[in-house]
């Protein structure tokens, strides 16, 4: 599975950004997809993860409220609409896909696209 990340940059406090995440087009499942986020100096954390049909999600504490995930399997692309975005959500995003079909709040996830910058200045 190749999943390309997509619509990182620049933004001010306050202000949304949404993040896309494609698997390629060879790909004929939907996989549970999930968005991870490393800061400067720090270790990569978990963000968001929707299951299989998007009937399901997961989100850390510091974003419920803030961030919607959500997938559109027709186009094979799941986003990350960001709101109220804070200093504290500069990061690279990363999109992960899982093989398996467990979804629970430790899902493990198997592939890993190339992450995208967010930048948030206050």
């Known amino acids: 599975v190749q999943l390309q990340a997509s619509g990182g940059g620049l933004v001010l406090a306050g202000g949304s950004l949404r993040l896309s995440c494609a698997a390629s087009?060879?790909?004929?499942?939907?996989?549970?997809t999930g968005w991870f986020r490393q800061a400067p100096g720090k270790e990569r954390e978990f963000v968001a993860s929707?299951?299989?049909?998007?009937?399901?999600?997961y989100y850390t504490e510091s974003v419920k409220g803030r961030f919607t995930i959500s997938r559109d399997n027709a186009k094979k692309t799941v986003y990350l609409q960001m709101n109220s975005l804070k200093p504290d959500d500069t990061a690279v995003y990363y999109c992960a896909a899982a093989d398996g079909t467990s979804f629970t709040a430790s899902t493990r996830f198997d592939y890993w696209g190339q992450g995208t910058l967010v930048t948030v200045s206050s």
């Open positions: 087009a060879r790909t004929s499942n939907n996989y549970i």
């Open positions: 929707i299951n299989r049909s998007g009937g399901n999600t």
